[in-house]
């Protein structure tokens, strides 16, 4: 356990933001953490993994908890199926590498997603047609309230679209994840995001899940601007499903609006397109602003304040509500 006071977090989220800890306690064991939780009973605390999916608006007057626990492994396998279970400390690429060398299908559309393994379930991550729900079969949470140990099974964690019950219960912290992945006849999944087209490219026919996370992380870098080079948390909203009703009267406007049919009466359509349609995208505003190619992911160019960026999101809200009469939801974590 590695115990520091009035720590910098800016190596330890995303966006760079300069803030402090009061206290930053780094865990490496599911013993430490139950013990040190103890001592911790009145404290106000946070418990933080890659910081990929958080803006800092101030600094943390309180105990951030950096979960470190590593290790992966295979526990059970037969011929279709492998359950293998990962640490909540695992960065997420190490773990999608795991899976790639052992061939296990089933998360190779989520390759290159920032962030540790404990916090995938928190917004049930999701990419290029494929959401950890769909591989998920139970993780193993600590409820810091009465230091309790349960398995929560995939009802258990209410996995929705970018949420699931950890987005709101702050007590339940997840320490490992179990993943059911395929070990033959994997479900190459293709539909989405340009896939097909990027293997046309390359000249890939019958693509296996190493095709697959090849060419997803060829276009995510193409896409997405690199954390490591501008300050940015990924998609700073979500996005917005609204009625048919809704959709009619938006292409009445806009005819080019797209959108993605949820069930009969309901549409998802990209927050990044209506961001881009106000006439947002590429706005800068001294050290931060919304990325000039991506209008869904706000930037820190450096040294920008966590402020700043929460007050643009406001701004962006507002502008969006007026034009298009819809309310967009945030998908980062505001601290
Ligand atoms: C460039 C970029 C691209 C991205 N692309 C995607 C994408 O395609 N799809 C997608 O879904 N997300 C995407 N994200 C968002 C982010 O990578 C994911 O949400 C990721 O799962 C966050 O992991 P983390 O470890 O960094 O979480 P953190 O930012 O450390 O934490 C996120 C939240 O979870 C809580 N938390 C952390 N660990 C635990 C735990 N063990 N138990 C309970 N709660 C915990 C934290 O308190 C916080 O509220 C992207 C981010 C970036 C920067």
């Known amino acids: ?14 966006f760079r933001i300069d803030v402090k800890a009061k206290e930053f306690i780094e865990i490496n064991s599911k013993k430490e953490l139950i013990k040190l939780n103890e001592l911790l009973k009145n404290e106000k605390i946070l418990f933080l993994g890659g910081g990929s999916n958080v803006l800092f608006t101030k600094d943390y007057d309180g105990t951030v908890i950096y979960l470190n626990i590593k290790g992966i492994n295979i ?20 773990f999608i590498k795991f899976c790639l060398d052992n061939n296990l299908g089933g998360v190779e559309n989520l390759s290159l997603i920032p962030g540790n393994v404990g916090s995938a379930p928190v917004q049930n991550i999701g990419a290029y047609g494929v959401e950890l729900k769909d591989v998920f079969l139970s993780c193993e949470v600590f409820n810091s309230d009465d230091f309790s140990l349960k398995d929560f099974s995939l009802s258990d964690c209410k996995f929705e679209y970018r949420n699931s019950i950890f987005k709101k219960r702050k007590n339940l912290i997840i320490l490992s994840v179990r993943l059911k992945l395929k070990n ?21 026919n019958n693509p296996t899940i190493k095709d697959i996370s090849k060419v997803v992380c060829n276009i995510r870098r193409r896409k997405l601007p690199d954390p490591d080079q501008i300050g940015n948390a990924g998609s700073f909203f979500k996005n917005p499903i609204i009625s048919k009703e809704k959709l ?5 406007h806009h005819r080019d609006v797209p959108s993605y049919k949820i069930d ?8 990044a397109w209506l961001i881009e349609a106000a006439g947002l ?28 960026i929460y007050k643009l999101s406001l701004s962006i809200k507002q502008i969006i509500k007026k034009i298009f009469k819809i309310e967009l939801e945030t998908e980062v974590n505001i601290i």
């Open 264 to 271: 009969q009466d309901y549409f998802k359509i990209p927050a």
């Open 75 to 94: 526990e059970k396998e037969n011929f279709d199926f492998s359950v293998v279970k990962a640490n909540a400390g695992v960065n997420w690429s190490d």
């Open 1 to 14: 356990m590695i115990t520091k006071k009035n720590f910098s977090l800016k190596n330890y989220n995303s």
């Open 281 to 308: 995208k590429g706005k800068k505003f001294g050290k931060f602003g919304i990325h000039k190619s991506q209008p869904l992911v706000l930037v820190n160019y450096g040294g920008a304040k966590g402020e700043d």
């Open 248 to 252: 009619n009267w938006i292409e009445k």
């Open 184 to 204: 033959n006849n994997h479900n190459i999944n293709t539909s989405y995001g340009g896939i097909n087209e990027e293997l046309k490219k390359l000249n890939i």
